[in-house]
């Protein structure tokens, strides 16, 4: 019995941090996180590499062929929690990259959300795009 309660400790250890979510935006560009949800990233590739484009903690995401608009916390401990006090707005116009520029180059942000609504105009952004993924937990 001891035996099987120290497996299940050890079991419990070596998986229960495990975290790991990816879903792909548009043109190469995905959001995810690996080891904690408070990791959530916009990332995307850079030549052969994937390199972070909006650093964690991302909570919310709407895109469309043209642009990836979203919404993240800064982290206040890396990888445990966010700053939920604080909100910054991206924009990433997918289509102006064209491979010529560093995607990270082509990111507008952060913005507070009145400059995020003021470039939303000046970029012709949609108002039809909205926020279609919203992680709940982590806004």
Do not use: W
């Not at 995401?61 to 707005?89: C, E, M, R």
């Amino acid at each position: 019995m001891k035996v099987k309660g120290i497996v299940l400790i050890f079991s419990l250890l070596i998986t229960g941090c495990d975290y790991n979510f990816n879903k792909e935006l548009v043109d190469g560009y995905d959001v995810g996180a690996i080891d904690s949800r408070y990791s959530m990233s916009i990332y995307g590739m850079d030549g052969n590499y994937s390199v972070g484009v909006i650093p964690p903690t991302v909570y919310a995401v709407g895109y469309n062929d043209s642009f990836i608009i979203a919404k993240q916390h800064p982290q206040a401990k890396p990888g445990l929690s966010a700053d939920k006090t604080i909100t910054h707005y991206f924009i990433i116009p997918v289509k102006a990259n064209n491979g010529n520029i560093s995607v990270v180059k082509n990111v507008v942000g952060p913005l507070d959300e009145a400059q995020f609504k003021r470039m939303r105009q000046e970029y012709s952004i949609p108002e039809s795009l909205d926020f279609q993924i919203v992680f709940d937990d982590l806004k």
